[in-house]
């Protein structure tokens, strides 16, 4: 049996909650002999009350050698005042950059269990599954100059820099056009060439890689704000949606809430595939953040963080059967009325996070027998 080797990040706020229960699932795993060895870490911050720092350089080396990195959540105010560079997000940033983690897949699929959870009409949003690929080590989040400059009589100037080189958008719209081919075979680019120089380009190469490799993949280009008023709109006439760190931001956390809940969506976030084992580094978290506000209550849904380890059965561990178990082990409890109080509806029982996670343990030993 190959290593299969998780290190475990929960973070901050409910990412410690929802990580257990997602600790629970990879013990059920190994009970059956998939052979996970787990270690863990700090970070954000938690990672700073113990180090100074949002990631240490120790549990930095940990993410390198691991075969895959669960991440939890990361923030709040507690660690509002610290320095900029020690900020619980600049360890998530970090091990992104450090890891090489360019692309960042985001499906927002609706259960049919919870189509009526949307704020939008049941036709609009059942049956949605969408995936986003957001370019995730580039642009302005890590451009430089990035500053803030003092520019005397009271006034000051924040500086953050777009930056895209043509590597990093074929690589990216690669990884949108291999996903493609998987599922309806249809790409939606998303830039502002309108008014980026950043966006020309970006429109220019994801163009000539679709004309050079992919003429059986379907591509269409969007401006950056006109796709975010289409997911509302819409949203069923996406299949891949690619676009930039930034945009991708936005535009995963619009798709997100078409669901009903941040707490429903898992991500992935990818590196390049090893030339010679194939392997990529790779960390997976849930879309929504640590909310500080329910932590420690017991009551988060910790649906989105076990479908992250499902992602990672998927595509670090090629544990297709597994991942579509674990889905859907997911799809089944909620299908019997099971809801966390984020997804709560009227003849719904509703349950804490222990109990959600037992609930998906209940219907996974169903499901395995």
């Excluded at 642009?139 to 000051?156: A, S």
Aim: glycine fraction near 10%.
């Amino acid at each position: 049996m190959p290593a299969r080797n998780i290190l475990l990040l929960p973070g901050d706020g409910i990412g410690i909650e929802i990580m257990a229960e997602a600790e629970r699932v990879i013990a059920w795993l190994n009970a059956r002999g998939a052979g996970f060895t787990v270690d863990r870490g700090l970070v954000g911050g938690s990672a700073y009350d113990a180090h100074g720092v949002a990631i240490s350089e120790a549990d930095m080396a940990k993410a390198h050698a691991a075969d895959a990195v669960l991440f939890g959540a990361v923030g709040g105010p507690r660690w509002d005042k610290v320095p900029y560079d020690a900020r619980p997000e600049a360890g998530l940033l970090r091990l992104r950059k450090d890891l090489g983690l360019f692309a960042n897949l985001r499906p927002a699929i609706c259960y049919p269990a919870l189509a009526s959870a949307s704020s939008l009409r049941r036709e609009v949003i059942e049956g949605l599954d969408i995936l986003i690929v957001r370019e995730l080590t580039g642009g302005v989040y890590f451009g430089q100059p990035k500053e803030i400059i003092d520019l005397g009589n009271g006034q000051k100037r924040g500086i953050d820099t777009q930056v895209y080189d043509t590597f990093e958008i074929e690589r990216i719209a690669r990884a949108a056009f291999d996903l493609a081919r998987t599922r309806q075979k249809k790409v939606t680019s998303m830039e502002k060439r309108n008014v980026m120089k950043s966006g020309v380009l970006w429109n220019e190469v994801v163009t000539a890689i679709h004309k050079a490799e992919y003429p059986d993949v379907q591509l269409e280009h969007m401006l950056a704000d006109a796709g975010g008023m289409q997911l509302v709109r819409w949203p069923k006439q996406f299949d891949v949606i690619v676009t930039d760190n930034l945009f991708g931001d936005m535009l995963s956390d619009v798709a997100a809430m078409l669901t009903g809940s941040l707490g429903m969506l898992p991500s992935a976030s990818l590196g390049a595939a090893d030339p010679v084992t194939g392997r990529r580094k790779a960390l997976y978290e849930p879309v929504h953040g640590s909310a500080p506000d329910i932590a420690g209550k017991g009551i988060a849904n910790p649906i989105a963080m076990i479908a992250s380890l499902g992602m990672a059965l998927r595509y670090s561990f090629d544990m297709i059967a597994e991942a579509e178990l674990i889905d859907r082990a997911i799809a089944a409890t909620l299908d019997s009325g099971v809801r966390t109080a984020d997804i709560f509806s009227d003849g719904s029982t509703r349950v804490g996070t222990k109990e959600m996670g037992s609930a998906i343990l209940a219907v996974l030993d169903t499901l395995a027998a």
